[in-house]
């Protein structure tokens, strides 16, 4: 049930992401040889770096962790893809797609979308015994300094609970894409929710940190490997 639940988990947290709005096409792309040490070093979010602590790095990800005032961690990955910044936008607009890297995704359904706005409902399968979860998020996308920043917040009082399923509450998070040239995008997530029901904090933060790794490493997959399914 742990390896399931953890799957579980980091999907609430990244699915957010699926409240973008607008996609370009995807364009082919090879894996990088850079090492996660040099991932590691980018700092893209105005934070203090000396407030987070690296959890995980592997060749292709970094892992970052910090404890919030709730007592659940907020979470940041970064790694770095030889494609473009709209072949991420493009996985993220492709929302059939989403089941494909996000573990336990059930579904993800546009509720409404306007200019540089989006709010999105999301659904995630969740282990025995625990009930299937649900979330509504909204995201504001825009550029600055020649960089894609999309900011996800929770819209969770303005839509009624679907039944059956328990409400994740207090989503925040950021997507951070940035080129580093050379045809070399670093793509950051950082981000936290509060899964509600009874899941023991203790529990979520210490398999949060290996799931995020997992899923950073499909999306630097499917960059590797673009859809080939029409966009939504």
């Known amino acids: 049930m742990q390896s399931s639940f953890r799957y579980y988990l980091l999907g609430i947290i990244f699915c957010a992401g699926y409240s973008i709005n607008g996609w370009s096409s995807v364009s082919e792309s090879s894996s990088i040889s850079e090492s996660s040490s040099q991932i590691a070093n980018a700092q893209h979010t105005s934070d203090n770096p000396a407030q987070w602590q690296l959890a995980s790095e592997t060749k ?7 404890i919030t005032t709730t007592g659940y961690i907020e979470v940041r990955g970064v790694t770095q893809v030889r494609n473009t910044p709209e072949a991420f936008t493009a996985l993220l607009a492709q929302t059939a797609l989403a089941p494909k890297w996000i573990a336990n995704n059930q579904e993800v359904t546009v509720l409404s ?3 540089n706005t989006r709010v999105v409902h999301s659904k995630f399968n969740a282990p025995w015994p625990l009930k299937n979860r649900d979330m509504v998020t909204k995201s504001t996308t825009y550029y600055k300094d020649n960089t894609l920043y999309i900011d996800i917040i929770d819209a969770s009082t303005h839509y009624a609970e ?3 399923f328990v409400r994740i509450r207090d989503v925040s998070g950021q997507w951070v894409l940035s080129s580093a040239g050379n045809g070399v995008t670093i793509i950051e997530y950082r981000g936290q929710a509060n899964p509600g029901g009874n899941i023991p904090i203790w529990l979520a933060n210490r398999t949060l940190i290996s799931s995020m790794s997992e899923t950073f490493e499909n999306i630097v997959y499917q960059l590797d490997n673009p859809p080939q399914t029409t966009q939504d």
Not at 60 to 66: E, L
């Open 113 to 115: 979308s306007q200019q």
């Open 162 to 164: 679907s039944a059956g």
């Open 60 to 66: 292709n990800v970094a892992i970052y962790k910090r």
